[in-house]
């Protein structure tokens, strides 16, 4: 386990500018153990998942005292419980451009000098993700204090076209309440059916649907937990589950991929939303929760990796079915890059706070981590376009694939020879949890060779024309990701 008290800030706070507590948010409880409680906000039980919050972005840029009820097409919120993973969302401006998540600030790293960050913040760095997430009481309103919207944000600092491209490339295709809700409603209506046949399954949505990185046409990833003394066999229970799935009006084109981590593929029917069901792959819920605060801990961090995965994907290298990269090796990749610059954009959470993400932690504790990291405020002052650039420059000539190992866990790369694991493969990428290799469906040459040419020619491009059309034609992709609205 890990102390219950949040260790003391390093360096300035984050909340020095303002004492505003955030408008209560609309929350969803992932935590439905019974039947009664699956179409319920909170189901207070003992021993409960903390649960999975989120809050549709406002629609004032206004953050608002607790007294003033913060309102939403002219009515009151609904749901007054507060979530401090998700504190306001901030505008990136007062125009009609869809709203920017929350970030994550972080104390520095011992070897940063907090004098110096205190007089260099960030300007990209805001906060919003916040330390003093609730344990199983749901009652209470914590008073979390809030800095008030400043001028930092990602229009105030994209000065270059290649960085305003991305934002708006971001804005246009980042995941949206709208898209979140329609998933959790799927969600709730398969646990119910499903707890007709596993009684005391519990099913959550992970991935990039709940770290902040998803995507308008991203699929739901989804966890279905059983717990019991004998460990259920996934396939038997995958296969169970197709053919109850095969009986609900809701769903359709079931599909049992018997992959390493088997899972249950369908779409909801009727539309194009595709889901990908696990069993007991709980490993997903860690890192759901770790990437998530990777994801808010700088407000470059998710346009980057939105990016990067509409490139990959745009230039064929981003489908492990096919041999390529997978959208979490990429993320991970991101990650890595940015924590291994000479000014990190990102600290090593595990290795700095490795009480708020240790392995071994109880499932039911794991949301309650992030609330231990003290803010932190990043000196990197790079634009997104220069990270861009400077990202492909990195795996394109500088990274040794046949030497070395990404790995966010330790915020550097890891020599090949320090495990089996990594032996003849030819890219290394470290899961940070299990430790395994993520990148382990690039088993072909030619398959490795595309991906290193794709990052070389894209450097290339890009280094001479700085226009994110040469790489990627962002305006088709924005138009394609609006259409799934």
């Not at 309440?177 to 709730?188: A, G, I």
Request: with cysteine.
């Amino acid at each position: 386990m890990f102390p219950r008290r949040a260790p003391p800030p390093r360096g300035r706070s984050a909340y020095s500018n303002g004492l505003y507590p955030p408008p209560p948010p609309q929350c969803y409880d992932y935590n439905h153990q019974s039947l009664s409680g699956v179409n319920s906000f909170h189901v207070p039980r003992p021993e409960r998942l903390p649960s999975y919050e989120w809050n549709p972005p406002p629609s004032t840029s206004m953050v608002q005292p607790r007294h003033m009820p913060a309102m939403i097409n002219g009515r009151k919120r609904q749901n007054d419980e507060f979530s401090p993973h998700v504190v306001k969302r901030q505008r990136v401006n007062t125009s009609s451009h869809h709203s920017i998540g929350p970030t994550l600030i972080h104390s520095p790293p011992p070897h940063h000098r907090p004098d110096r960050a205190a007089a260099e913040p960030s300007r990209l760095s805001l906060t919003g993700f916040d330390h003093s997430y609730p344990g199983p009481n749901l009652d209470s309103h914590p008073q979390v204090p809030v800095v008030p919207e400043r001028s930092s944000s990602l229009h105030a600092s994209a000065t270059d076209k290649l960085s305003c491209q991305m934002v708006e490339l971001f804005e246009a295709c980042q995941q949206q309440p709208s898209d979140l809700e329609r998933k959790e409603v799927c969600r709730t209506r398969l646990q119910q059916d499903i707890q007709q046949v596993f009684s005391s399954a519990r099913l959550y949505l992970t991935g990039s649907s709940m770290n902040g990185l998803g995507c308008r046409s991203s699929d739901a990833d989804m966890c279905l937990v059983i717990k019991g003394n004998k460990k259920p066999d996934a396939i038997r229970v995958l296969a169970c589950l197709q053919r109850l799935f095969r009986k609900l009006s809701y769903v359709e084109r079931t599909q049992l991929i018997r992959a390493k981590v088997p899972i249950l593929r369908f779409r909801e029917k009727g539309s194009d939303l595709e889901f990908d069901l696990n069993v007991n792959n709980t490993v997903g819920i860690r890192n759901t929760f770790l990437l998530r605060s990777y994801a808010y801990a700088d407000l470059r961090v998710r346009p980057m990796i939105l990016v990067i995965k509409k490139w990959a994907r745009h230039n064929q290298i981003n489908d492990a079915s096919k041999g390529t990269l997978s959208s979490y090796t990429l993320a991970l990749m991101v990650l890595h890059y940015l924590q291994t610059l000479g000014e990190p954009v990102l600290p090593s959470l595990q290795r700095d706070y490795p009480e708020s993400f240790n392995p071994l932690m109880d499932l039911d504790v794991v949301p309650e981590g992030p609330k231990h990291i003290p803010p932190y405020v990043s000196r990197n002052k790079s634009s997104l376009g220069e990270l861009l650039l400077g990202f492909l420059k990195y795996y394109a000539t500088q990274f040794r694939w046949d030497k070395q190992v990404i790995s966010i866990r330790e915020a550097r790369a890891l020599p090949k020879n320090t495990s089996q694991e990594w032996h003849n493969k030819f890219i290394c990428v470290e899961e940070p949890f299990e430790r395994n290799n993520v990148a382990r469906a690039v088993h072909e040459k030619i398959k490795f060779d595309a991906i290193k040419a794709q990052f070389a020619e894209s450097c290339r491009i890009l280094h001479e024309r700085k226009d994110l059309n040469s790489i990627l034609p962002f305006r088709a992709v924005m138009i394609k990701e609006s259409s799934r609205g």
